[in-house]
T-cell receptor, first 115, second 113 residues
Framework: KAGVTQTPRYLIKTRGQQVTLSCSPI?????VSWYQQTPGQGLQFLFE???????NKGNFPGRFSGRQFSNSRSEMNVSTLELGDSALYLC??????????????FGPGTRLLVL | DQQVKQNSPSLSVQEGRISILNCDYT??????FLWYKKYPAEGPTFLIS?????DKNEDGRFTVFLNKSAKHLSLHIVPSQPGDSAVYFC????????????FGSGTQLTVLP
């Protein structure tokens, strides 16, 4: 079974631009969660999508948004990029979603650099 | 407010010896705990998990211990191998308002040959 895939792997943008990141979960998984990892920080939870609905949201500004399609693929969008948005963005998929005592499987991440 | 804390940013261990990574949590609603390993330029890889109904779970060289009264868990790796060198994250989740997986800041383990 193929793992979680994320595209693109690397991205360079400038302040004020917007960016869209994509995540394809493991086949059959309906939950996709997004995380931001910055140097010295753990993984900060952004949001979770399950069956095309946002089920849970972390403490990030409204510039961060996402969506999920009927095939469970998910996209994350960041508008009006700031220097502090430079980070590794990870998505993780699971069968039944957060709170179900199951493992989340991570993709390789998208490294975003904002100049 | 960090609900999951890994107070040691780094740990060095000799090959063949035991590595002990520690994690503390503050939210009493957490009842499921996981350890992930992360290499540079890769996503975290699941290692081992434990439910709050148990106090120990073992998988090969990896054992996780949970002390609920102290709100503390630890990961033991025996024997440590150079390939174990990575960043280790502990994570916790529960139900209700604690359902989202919450991660610690990670511990860089270096196993010296």
């Amino acid at each position: 079974k193929a793992g979680v895939t994320q595209t693109p792997r690397y991205l360079i943008k400038t302040r004020g631009q917007q960016v869209t990141l994509s995540c394809s979960p493991i086949s059959g998984h309906r939950s996709v969660s997004w995380y931001q990892q910055t140097p010295g920080q753990g993984l900060q939870f952004l949001f979770e999508y399950f069956s095309e609905t946002q089920r849970n949201k972390g403490n990030f500004p409204g510039r961060f948004s996402g969506r999920q399609f009927s095939n469970s693929r998910s996209e994350m969008n960041v508008s009006t990029l700031e220097l502090g948005d430079s980070a590794l963005y990870l998505c993780a998929s699971s069968l039944r979603g957060q709170g179900q005592k199951e493992t989340q499987y991570f993709g390789p991440g998208t490294r975003l650099l904002v100049l | 407010d960090q609900q999951v804390k890994q107070n040691s940013p780094s740990l060095s261990v000799q090959e063949g010896r035991i590595s002990i990574l520690n994690c503390d949590y503050t939210n009493s609603m957490f009842d499921y705990f996981l350890w992930y390993k992360k290499y540079p330029a890769e996503g975290p890889t699941f290692l081992i998990s434990i439910s709050s109904i148990k106090d120990k779970n073992e998988d090969g060289r990896f054992t996780v211990f949970l002390n609920k009264s102290a709100k503390h868990l630890s990961l033991h790796i025996v024997p440590s191998q150079p390939g174990d060198s990575a960043v280790y994250f502990c994570a916790a989740a529960g139900s209700g308002s604690a359902r989202q997986l919450t991660f610690g800041s990670g511990t860089q383990l270096t196993v010296l040959p």
